[in-house]
C-alpha cells in the first residue's frame, strides 16, 4: 500500500473518512430506511470540500487530481452511505463531450456542486446493449427534440441538466447499429423534469436518498453534446475510472459490514462470552477481510493505471466484478453475525446488503464484466 500513498493521499482518506463517519453516517442511519433524499447541507458541504471536482482540472476550479484520489474518497463516503458516494460522480464524470466553451461555463459550477447532471442511457430493451437505444432524435431547425422512453435515471429531478442516448439516424444495418446515435444536453431547473418530458418514479429496495425514473420524453428541446453519431463511443469512453468508482463504492459498502461486525462481536454476548471469541465468527471476520484488501489492491492497482494513461479495460472490468461479488457476500456475512438485529431496519447492516446488491447490476452487470475479461483475455486466440 505505501507504494501508492503519498502524505497528500493520507490526508485526503483521513479527512474523507472523518467528514464520512462525522456528517453523513448519522444522516444516512436517519434517512435511508424512510427513503429521504439527500440534504441539501451536506450537498453543500461537499461541494465546500471540492468533492465534485476531484477529476476537474484546476484551470477550471476543481481539484486536478486523479482516479486515484477519486478511490479514496469514494470509499470513505460509500462505508456511511453509497448513494453520498455515488452522487460526486455527477460532477467527477460528467464533463466529458462539452465544448471547450461549455467546460468555461459548467465546470467550475460543477466543481462546486452546483450544476450536476443526471445520465439517461438505458432503456426497457437497451441496458447492458446500449447499441439498441430506440429514443430517438429528431431535427427541428436548428435544435433537436426527443421522442421515446428511458429508465434507470437516477437523480433526474434533482439534477441541473440531463444527458440522455438518442437514436438521431434510423438503423440500416443491424450489425452496426451502434452507429447513428448522439448524446444530448437538456438544462433543467433543479427540483423538476424538463419540459416535454414525464416520469415516474422507480420502486426501488435500495440505494435511496434520491430517486430513480423512468421517463418519457415527447418532443422536450435538447442540444447535440460532442459529435453527431457518437454518442455511443463517448458512452463507453471512460468506463474505466466509472468502474474503479463502483467497485470503491462496493468495497465502502463491505467495509462498514466488516467494521460493523467487529464492534458487534466484541459486545454480543452468548454462553458467558462475547461471540467474537469463537472461531466460527472469527474465521468469518478474517475472510472478510481479507476479501476486502484483495478487492482494494485490485482498485488501487487500476486507479493508478487509469491515471498513468495506460489501457486497463481488463483490469478494471476484474476490479468491478472482484469488487461488486465481494461486497454482497461480506454485507451478507456481516448480516450473519448480528443474527436477527441485522435482519432489521434498525442497524445499517441491511442497507449495506441491500445497496452491495446493485453494485452487481450498475456500471456493467457481473456478466458483462467477465465478457469483457474473457474477450480480452482471448482476443488473440
Not at 28 to 40: Q, R, S
Not at 234 to 263: F, K, N, P, W, Y
Not at 305 to 315: F, G, K, L, T
Not at 353 to 358: G, M, V
Amino acid at each position: 500500500m505505501s507504494g501508492y500513498f503519498t502524505e497528500e493521499r493520507r490526508m485526503i482518506q483521513q479527512n474523507a473518512r472523518e467528514f464520512a463517519m462525522k456528517e453523513v453516517f448519522p444522516v444516512a442511519n436517519e434517512l435511508d430506511h424512510v427513503k429521504g433524499d439527500i440534504p441539501m447541507e451536506l450537498r453543500e458541504q461537499m461541494g465546500e470540500l471540492g468533492y465534485f471536482g476531484i477529476r476537474i482540472p484546476e484551470e477550471y476550479g476543481g481539484l486536478g487530481l486523479g482516479a486515484f484520489e477519486y478511490t479514496l474518497v469514494t470509499e470513505e463516503l460509500a462505508r456511511a452511505w453509497m448513494s453520498v458516494a455515488s452522487i460526486i460522480a455527477r460532477g467527477n464524470g460528467l464533463f466529458g463531450g462539452f465544448n471547450e466553451e461549455q467546460r468555461k461555463e459548467y465546470l467550475p459550477r460543477m466543481a462546486r456542486g452546483e450544476f450536476l447532471g443526471a445520465v439517461a442511457l438505458s432503456e426497457s430493451d437497451a441496458g447492458s446493449d446500449l447499441g439498441s437505444v430506440s429514443c430517438r432524435a429528431e431535427r427541428d431547425g436548428d435544435e433537436w427534440r426527443l421522442y421515446g422512453s428511458k429508465m434507470w435515471c437516477t437523480f433526474a429531478d434533482g439534477a441541473d441538466y440531463l444527458t440522455v442516448l438518442a437514436r438521431s439516424e434510423p438503423i440500416t444495418d443491424p450489425k452496426t447499429r451502434h452507429r447513428g446515435i448522439s448524446n444530448f444536453f437538456i438544462p433543467k431547473e433543479r427540483g423538476s423534469l424538463p419540459e416535454g418530458c414525464s416520469g415516474t418514479p422507480v420502486n426501488k429496495i435500495g440505494y435511496h436518498g434520491w430517486k430513480t425514473w423512468e421517463l418519457h420524453f415527447d418532443g422536450t428541446r435538447a442540444e447535440l453534446l460532442g459529435e453527431e453519431g457518437r454518442g455511443f463511443y463517448g458512452a463507453a469512453s471512460g468506463l474505466e475510472v466509472a468502474r474503479v468508482h463502483t467497485a470503491a463504492r462496493a468495497i465502502g459498502l463491505a467495509r462498514g459490514a466488516l467494521e460493523d461486525s467487529m464492534e458487534y462481536a466484541k459486545q454480543r454476548v452468548q454462553f458467558g462470552r462475547p461471540i467474537a471469541d469463537f472461531q466460527a465468527i472469527r474465521f468469518k471476520i478474517a475472510e472478510m477481510a481479507a476479501e476486502i484488501e484483495a478487492a482494494r489492491q485490485l482498485t488501487y492497482f487500476v486507479a493508478d493505471e487509469a491515471d498513468s494513461q495506460r489501457r486497463c479495460d481488463r483490469e478494471a472490468a476484474m476490479a468491478k466484478w472482484f469488487a461488486s461479488e465481494m461486497a454482497e457476500r461480506v454485507t451478507s456475512e456481516g448480516l450473519q453475525i448480528h443474527g436477527g438485529y441485522g435482519y432489521t431496519t434498525d442497524l445499517p447492516l441491511e442497507r449495506y446488503w441491500r445497496d452491495a446488491r446493485l453494485t452487481k447490476i450498475f456500471e456493467g452487470t457481473s456478466e458483462i464484466q467477465l465478457r469483457i475479461i474473457s474477450d480480452r483475455l482471448l482476443e488473440d486466440r
